[in-house]
């Protein structure tokens, strides 16, 4: 199922950035059934604050934020379709991206709900908080049927591309000591690359025939976790070294991301639940309402919610 709503969500994005060549004054609502699989970027050293992530359904894909025990549920927006939330990594702003105005564009906003913020007037998607004071945000930005990284800083200001016009990059995740930004590229199958934080020295990580799912890392810089297409069609999370050796399956999954601790791994399960699990995919618990359908978790560091 997981594989099949990515697919549409890609075929979506297409078809309306087709409409927009042809210039055609045509706005498609982003409908629940074509959620887009997803992980979180980066765990920014530190205890373990409060999980962000999307609920879907009803009318709109607001984001909620809850302790990783389950409890204290809050609801951060509302009335809108809001994806791929990033905590900055003082754990006190979310970017995150909505659909406004006949496009998409980054946001940010704090914990409390409080103070949004829109900073891209053009397309932006993916957006991910840099380390170590977060002072820029990584994106995706679409082209015609392409996409590339860019980066931008946290205020909206001094937007840059990184990677070549002629590629198909998406979900850029900077490393926690932000020299280093791991993104996927579309060649037939999505892989796994890294490159500097200026958009050179571009390297493959994942060399699999299976698409290999956005990269996450872990607070230490160390690893990379992120999910493979299986050839059954269902998302299987792995891990890896951050230079792509040392390959680990841990369990059926998708969205995972590091706990700021480096302990635990968040991520949902194929019934749209959110959980957490140790670095081996064992000791399950859940975090996210069983009856809700839940994406697109990221682990805050401990901070306030202010």
């Known amino acids: 199922m997981a594989s099949r709503e990515y697919r549409a969500r890609q075929q979506f994005i297409h078809e309306v950035l087709l409409v927009r060549r042809l210039g055609l004054l045509v706005f498609l609502l982003v409908v629940v059934s074509f959620a887009w699989v997803a992980a979180a970027f980066a765990a920014f050293p530190g205890g373990n604050g409060r999980v962000v992530f999307v609920k879907n ?28 939330p990033s905590v900055a ?7 995150f ?7 998409r564009a980054i946001f940010t906003v704090r914990m409390s709900g409080k103070h949004l ?11 991910a908080f840099s380390g170590p004071l977060g002072r820029r945000i990584a994106f995706t930005r679409f082209n015609s049927a392409t996409s590339q990284i860019w980066v931008m800083a946290s205020d909206g200001t001094d937007e840059r591309r ?21 993104f996927v590229r579309d060649r037939g199958a999505e892989q796994i690359f890294k490159m500097r934080s200026d958009g050179s020295d571009v390297r493959r990580l994942t060399n699999g025939k299976q698409s290999a ?15 493979v297409l299986s050839k059954k069609g269902n998302w299987v999370i792995y891990l890896m070294t951050a230079n792509g050796a040392h390959l680990q399956r841990l369990r059926a999954g998708e969205d995972p991301a590091f706990s ?11 019934e749209r639940v959110i959980y957490t699990m140790n670095r081996r995919g064992h000791d399950l618990r859940r975090v996210s309402p069983r009856s809700w359908s839940a994406s697109d978790p990221d682990w805050a560091p401990r901070a306030g919610n202010g």
């Not at 894909?61 to 951060?76: E, H, Q, T, Y």
């Not at 996450?216 to 976790?225: L, N």
């Open 89 to 95: 990594p003082d754990g006190r702003t979310i970017a």
């Open 162 to 182: 990184l990677t070549d016009p002629r590629t198909a990059d998406r979900f850029p995740a900077f490393s926690p000591d932000g020299k280093s930004i791991a």
């Open 57 to 84: 359904g009803g009318s709109g894909a607001p984001l909620f934020s809850v302790n990783p025990d389950g409890s204290g549920l809050r609801k951060i927006t509302r009335g809108h379709y809001d994806s791929r």
């Open 213 to 227: 799912g956005p990269p996450s890392f872990s607070p230490d810089r160390e690893s990379i976790v992120f999910h």
């Open 97 to 103: 991206a909505r659909d406004a105005r006949k496009t």
């Open 260 to 270: 700021p601790d480096g302990e635990r791994i968040i991520f949902v399960r194929h």
């Open 117 to 127: 913020q829109r900073l891209t007037s053009d397309d932006g998607s993916e957006p």
